[in-house]
């Protein structure tokens, strides 16, 4: 069994990032274009000049690697943004059930510039590479990113006060069960995954994303 790790470039990045066993490079550059090792989960990641327009500029990216590409938006939401990025965007597709299948972007902004991660792929392999999109993803970071520091920066206090913000967040989501029943199975793994990739983003984030899906 060959372990060697293999590296790839990505779009506008200093240094290359690993690729996950099993995952192969269908298109190097930008954008890059990788294919999951079941070939039934497809990733590629543009780095675009920024527009007012992103839901057209995604949708440029996906007809450069899929032309015709005319899936309906389903949902499209700013999301909590970690690690020194300016602004996120996801964009979850309508797709007929009985494809099971996903369709997504997420949009990551800095400065002038668009990093789109575009995901099309089956629910059952979405499931499976969960990890390693989110790894995938975390890793890209283009020229420019600074990570925030945390040095000189006082924690904040958790009180009384903090304690009953928090119970008021979760009264929501736990009230909306029902409309979460309603919210399509794509949508609600996207959001798992959207979780992940947003790890960094600390426990305010998470509440405000489930709050996103439930609404």
């Not at 965007?89 to 059930?97: G, R, S």
């Amino acid at each position: 069994m060959d372990d060697t790790a293999l590296y790839v470039g990505m779009p506008d990045a200093l240094l290359p990032s690993s690729l996950p066993n099993g995952w192969t490079v269908v298109h190097e550059g930008d954008p890059l274009s990788l294919t999951g090792p079941e070939s039934d989960l497809n990733l590629s990641f543009f780095s675009r000049t920024t527009t007012d327009q992103i839901e057209g500029l995604v949708r440029t990216a996906w007809q450069e690697i899929q032309p015709g590409f005319d899936v309906p938006v389903r949902q499209m939401a700013e999301m909590p943004t970690p690690d020194g990025w300016d602004k996120t965007v996801q964009i979850i597709y309508n797709t007929p059930a009985s494809q099971s299948r996903i369709v997504m972007a997420m949009v990551r902004m800095l400065s002038n510039r668009a990093y789109i991660s575009l995901i099309d792929g089956t629910k059952a392999a979405f499931s499976r590479r969960m990890a390693q999109i989110a790894e995938l993803t975390n890793e890209w970071k283009p020229a420019g990113l600074k990570e925030p520091s945390l040095a000189g920066i006082r924690p904040n206090t958790f009180g009384e006060d903090e304690h009953s913000a928090m119970s008021d967040l979760w009264r929501q989501p736990c009230a909306s069960l029902a409309s979460r029943a309603l919210l399509s199975p794509s949508s609600r793994m996207a959001g798992r995954f959207m979780r992940r990739a947003s790890g960094h983003a600390g426990w305010a984030g998470t509440i405000r994303l489930r709050l996103a899906l439930v609404s």
